[in-house]
């Protein structure tokens, strides 16, 4: 049974995620808001929305759940000399907007995007709030790649991430990574599976474990400046110019 939510009630529960269709995977609610509230209590139960623009808002929670616990984080040969050889600057929280657009922008085999304008107004407010914030990789002064995505106790929950040129988009989140495991981070949701994600160690676990994890660690308040310059990274930099 799919759910109808109500979008004038943005504080109202969401329906237990073990109530999601199975076909399509995860499919749990429709309607409602993109309000920050509604959001955020959305991301705190392990849903997330997803709905192309002719569509309802659709709200989803599939099981399994892909997640990369930063500890796991896989750096290949080539990884390592992306970002040792290929002159990246990474920065986190300068060009919000900018990186949210690139990932609504086209991409090779794909028609249209999910990133509405509905989508890139809500998290903007939410970026606003201080609860959105991405990692932005540039050649020069320009905007190579990058990721956004939610931040809620020990738990960055990804949205997209985008790339114009060559593994840009897993620069950003090898230094998110870094950041989470300088910061305390204990976990970075990746939703679904892809071949993408598991060459850079995530994996695949549970929904009831996924969300089990979620009612610990997103209760655990974690204050990171986001906006301090890092200009070596301890994990990473031992990672990269440790070995070859």
């Known amino acids: 049974m799919i759910f109808l939510l109500d ?8 329906p237990p995620v073990e109530r999601a269709e199975t076909e399509p995977n995860g499919l749990l609610a429709v309607g409602g808001d993109l309000s920050a509230e509604r959001l955020l209590n959305a991301y705190r139960a392990g849903i997330f929305p997803w709905y192309n623009p002719e569509q309802p808002i659709l709200w989803w929670s599939p099981d399994p759940r892909a997640v990369l616990f930063p500890e796991r984080l896989r750096l290949n040969r080539s990884l390592r000399k992306a970002i040792r050889n290929r002159g990246f600057r990474v920065s986190f929280d300068r060009a919000f907007d900018a990186v949210m657009q690139a990932c609504a922008g086209p991409r090779d085999g794909a028609e249209g995007t999910w990133i509405t304008a509905r989508m890139l107004a809500a998290y903007g407010r939410l970026h606003r709030l201080g609860h959105a914030h991405s990692v932005e990789v540039w050649a020069g002064e320009t905007l190579a790649g990058g990721l956004y995505g939610v931040h809620l106790g020990r738990v960055f929950f990804g949205e997209s991430m985008f790339s114009r040129r060559r593994d840009a988009s897993k620069v950003a989140l090898a230094f998110l990574t870094d950041l ?16 993408h994600l598991l060459s850079l160690g995530a994996e695949e676990i549970p929904r009831r474990g996924f969300t089990a994890l979620l009612s610990d660690w997103c209760a655990q308040p974690l204050a990171i400046d986001w906006h301090r310059p890092r200009a070596e990274l301890s994990a990473l930099a031992e990672q990269v110019y440790g070995n070859d």
């Open 7 to 14: 979008a004038e009630a943005p504080d109202a529960p969401f």
């Open 180 to 195: 989470a495991l300088a910061e305390g981070l204990r976990l970075i949701d990746c939703q679904v599976y892809s071949d």
